[in-house]
């Protein structure tokens, strides 16, 4: 099992900057990788980034690149996902996901476990 816990969301201004956190316990010597999602309301969870656990392998969406940067803190076992500057139409609640099997998973079929999901609202 592996449990997956995002914190850092919140209110942000648009053009500001925005930290969340995915904290990873567990067996997480299964990881193959993780990655962010969000969900806006009526919305399907989309796919925001992705990084490889074992490495610093990384792939973005189309509509973050260039603003959104994931990373991650081996030694705490610790992911993260800087929005570097956000726009309303960021706003959403964002997930973590862990894979398996999937080295940077980019749909949310290939993501076996998730957290509870953190809210970022962003202000225009």
């Known amino acids: 099992q592996v449990h997956l816990v995002e914190s850092g969301g919140g209110l942000v201004q648009a053009g500001a900057s925005l930290r969340i956190s995915c904290a990873v316990s567990g067996r997480t010597s299964s990881i193959y990788g993780m990655g962010w999602f969000r969900q806006a309301p009526g919305n399907e969870r989309e796919f925001v980034a992705a990084i490889s656990w074992r490495d610093d392998v990384t792939r973005y969406a189309d509509s973050v690149k260039g603003r959104f940067s994931i990373s991650k803190d081996s030694t705490k076992n610790t992911m993260y996902l800087q929005i570097i500057s956000p726009k309303p139409e960021d706003t959403a609640i964002y997930y973590c996901?862990?894979?398996?099997?999937?080295?940077?998973?980019?749909?949310?079929?290939?993501?076996?476990?998730w957290g509870q999901g953190t809210q970022v609202t962003v202000s225009s």
């Open positions: 996901a862990a894979s398996l099997n999937w080295l940077l998973p980019s749909i949310p079929e290939r993501a076996d476990y």
